[in-house]
């Protein structure tokens, strides 16, 4: 891996990190984060494939209140770069490499948390010092101390993705190679169960009895091999305006009896 290469990838991880915390411009999503460390590396294809794999995984997972989701800044760039260490060796399946790495995903999420534990607690001396620097009237001391916390938290992924890219990929393609085929399937079952837990998750945080019935017929339409997901994407659009006719005629019509949601009044009145 060259030079320049490291340099990129270790610059992706900083991005990643920074926006674990900030959410502004979804760098530690696995698809964004994965596809970038794709791009610089020269294998954006095997990262798209791979982000799109974790974002499965990780849809289910946000932060709520004072319970901390998994870390997927660093499952994401982590698992990157170990696919791609994998595939610069040269000896190894495409396909394994992105199914280890998807397996390798939640420890690293997890190994995540324990990071982000330290960033917070080490931001506790810094709260301080924007206080005293409040008191002070110094709003620059405020922003500079700012500043530090956010980096501390992109630090914290940059790090560790520096220290992986230094490892040879002979090293990484021989580990992979050595993995019995039992194990290297069962990493592959276990990451599709995970991907589909993850995709649970979401489920059970939307699912209401108004948006069941989408959810059974998209899944219906999805096993029609003829239909592609551009005539996919046109029937829900379709639906999602046809649900919204109804919607305002029956705003418009039913006076205030009505919730507003057509097929809740329609379930309502059986």
Known sequence: MS??????????????GIEGILDEFQFHQPLVACTLIGLVSGHL????????SLQMIALGWANVGAAVAPDAALASVASAIIMVLGLQGGDVNVQNAINTSIALAVPLSVAG???TMICRTLSIPIVHFMDANA??????GIEMWHIVAICMQGLRIAIPALALCIVPPDIVTEALNLM???LKGGMA???????????AMVINMMATKEVWPFFVLGFALAA????TLIALGAIGVSIALIYLGLKDSVGSSGGG??????????LNDY
Do not use: C, H
Request: charged share 15%; proline share 3%; net charge neutral.
């Open 189 to 199: 079952v276990g990451g599709g169960m995970i991907a589909a837990v993850g995709y």
């Open 113 to 115: 948390l324990f990071l």
């Open 180 to 182: 019995p085929e039992w």
């Open 135 to 140: 008191k002070k009237g110094n709003i620059r």
């Open 3 to 16: 030079g320049i290469t490291i340099v990129l990838i270790v610059l992706v991880a900083f991005l990643a």
């Open 257 to 266: 009896s009505g919730s507003g949601d057509p097929l809740g009044d329609i």
């Open 45 to 52: 294809r095997e990262g798209i494939i791979l982000g799109g």
């Open 224 to 227: 029609i091999n003829q239909l």
